[in-house]
């Protein structure tokens, strides 16, 4: 992908018209017509703006090497998110790792999380089916001691098979 690529991909993805991306770096839809035609070259003062304006990391916008968004950009991603939902410290670092992850790397992480996500979905249905058994099964006249032990007995072995979390994990 070249440098013109790049910048309509900049321009697309924040849903801009050439008029209105240039309006936020200062020039003219024009001058972003060319440039994304490849008729000219975009000047430095250009790149620079571009770069400030949409949080891009200059080095990807130059060579297409890197992480698009620039380190000051990825920080103020990860803060709102931290702030939205609370994350702890721990939670921010891997976040801004994982954004300047390539994305061959951030494939093999995804595919990851989904495989743990469907297993903990697994489990916490297994589990909720359970403690409604043992709710009916407590709630009931005809008192099922025998699935509630049963029932209890697969929970506490679970138990001692989970592996241990450690704190500073």
């Known amino acids: 992908m070249e440098i013109y690529e790049r910048i309509r991909e900049i321009r697309k993805k924040n849903k801009l018209s050439q008029t209105e991306f240039g309006k936020k770096i200062g020039v003219s839809r024009s001058v972003i017509s060319n440039i994304e035609y490849n008729s000219v070259e975009p000047s430095d003062l250009i790149i620079k703006a571009i770069c400030a304006e949409y949080g891009i990391n200059e080095e990807w916008i130059r060579t297409g090497k890197g992480d698009i968004n620039s380190g000051e950009e990825i920080k103020k991603i990860v ?23 390539k994305e061959e790397y951030r494939v093999v992480i995804d595919k990851l999380l989904e495989f743990f996500a469907s297993h903990e979905e697994s489990a916490n249905k297994s589990s909720s089916e359970k403690r409604i058994k043992v709710y009916r099964a407590a709630k009931s006249n005809d008192n099922n001691e025998d699935e509630i032990t049963d029932i209890s007995e697969t929970v506490i072995e679970k138990l001692k098979n989970a592996p241990k979390v450690d704190e500073d994990f």
Do not use: I, R
């Open 79 to 101: 803060q709102a998110l931290a702030d939205k939902y609370e994350f702890n410290e721990n939670a921010v670092k891997l976040l801004e790792n994982y954004l300047k992850l």
